[in-house]
């Protein structure tokens, strides 16, 4: 019974976040990790699915992301994060902690750092796209 209720627990958690976690403060509304036109709608034939993929990033992206420019792009998005999301991922991305190191370091609970990750991840990806579809 104990694993069946922690395993309910685990799959309510996957699918929802809390809303203070979607609060965008620079902007003053909700954002939403990934663009919603991005994503096929209801009634479609794969509803919530890619509407396309995104678009390769060239011929060699890992000399590119191995530059110097790069690098900075990367950092300079990470730098751009809001205060709670880049301290989740600099410590889980770029200094290599745990899931639960993180969790005890910021005393934050598992699934807001999971919601913490994702949003800054999606933003450093969304941000690293846009400097690689430029050249």
């Not at 922690?6 to 929802?16: F, G, K, N």
């Not at 509304?29 to 009634?43: D, H, I, K, L």
Request: charged share 25%.
């Amino acid at each position: 019974m104990l694993v069946h209720c922690a395993r309910a627990r685990l799959r309510r958690e996957q699918r929802s976040i809390p809303f203070s976690a979607m609060w965008d403060a620079a902007t003053e509304r909700f954002e939403a990790a990934v663009a919603a036109e991005r994503f096929r709608g209801p009634g479609e034939q794969w509803s919530g699915g890619w509407v396309s993929f995104p678009p390769a990033w060239g011929e060699a992206p890992e000399e590119r992301l191995l530059s110097r420019e790069a690098r900075g792009q990367i950092q300079a998005a990470i730098d751009r994060l809001p205060p709670s999301q880049r301290e989740v991922v600099l410590l889980r991305d770029v200094q290599g902690w745990s899931a639960a190191e993180v969790c005890d370091a910021l005393m934050v609970s598992e699934a807001n750092q999971r919601v913490l990750l994702h949003r800054g991840r999606s933003k450093v990806r969304q941000a690293l796209e846009a400097y690689l579809s430029e050249s």
